[in-house]
């Protein structure tokens, strides 16, 4: 079973619309989260980054949540546009160990005109 | 801006061929990473390294070996390709206190035949 699951699998949204990407872990002892984005073909870009004590973080149009209790976090994209079409990942960080990344398998966000 | 680079973008190879994968970052970071990114798998760790000739076996090394004779490049070899190692593969690099903040190459999207 995956440490980190990812919901939804993939989304097709309107360009304008708003919509909202999950993440649920259960790896510990937590460090910190990071959302990318990853283009098509490309390789991921980091768009926000919180540790145990932040519960939102804004980067432009998106916005994350983290509720370290229950161990989820949501991305929020607000008026999506056409460029927002990419994978977006949730990594999340422990804070022992060589190997303390942990990777979802990632969302497929389609925006539609 | 921290840049990380791939030698190619795309590459095919055959079966049994010995392949070179280059990565180069631009700012002095002492830790490198290599992944490969299949669907539905996510990014999953192969090797990394935290100095020169210095490595480490990540999730999957099995079929790969790496060389880091100078700070700046950490490369991925596979031996003797194989179908099963047609693959997305991504560098990153980091600073040596935080290997969470990540930094990602284009990805080299690698065909064996």
């Known amino acids: 079973k995956n440490q980190v699951e990812q919901s939804p699998q993939s989304l097709i949204i309107l360009e304008g619309k708003n919509c909202t990407l999950q993440c649920n872990y259960t790896v510990s002892p937590f460090s910190n989260l990071r959302w990318y984005k990853q283009d098509t073909g490309r390789g991921p870009v980091s768009l926000t980054i919180?540790?145990?004590?932040?519960n939102t973080k804004s980067n432009g149009r998106y916005t994350a949540t983290l509720d370290a209790d229950t161990k989820q976090s949501s991305l929020h994209i607000t008026a999506s546009q056409l460029s927002d079409s990419a994978s977006y990942i949730c990594?999340?960080?422990?804070?022992?160990?060589?190997?303390?990344?942990?990777f979802g398998t990632g969302t497929r966000l389609t925006v539609i005109p | 801006d921290v840049k990380v680079t791939q030698s190619s973008r795309y590459l095919v190879k055959r079966t049994g061929e010995k392949v070179f994968l280059e990565c180069v970052q631009d700012?002095?970071?002492?830790?490198m990473f290599w992944y490969r990114q299949d669907p539905g798998l996510g990014l999953r760790l192969i090797y990394f390294s935290y100095d020169v000739k210095m490595k480490e076996k990540g999730d999957i090394p099995e079929g790969y070996s790496v060389s880091r004779e100078k700070k700046e490049r950490f490369s991925l070899i596979l031996e003797s390709a194989s179908t099963n190692q047609t693959s997305m593969y991504l560098c990153?690099?980091?600073?040596?206190?935080?290997?969470?903040?990540?930094?990602f190459g284009p990805g080299t999207r690698l065909t064996v035949t």
């Open positions: 990594v999340v960080i422990i804070q022992t160990g060589a190997n303390n990344l942990f």
């Open positions: 990153a690099s980091s600073p040596w206190d935080r290997d969470y903040e990540q930094y």
């Open positions: 919180m540790t145990f004590s932040e």
């Open positions: 700012m002095d970071h002492e830790n």
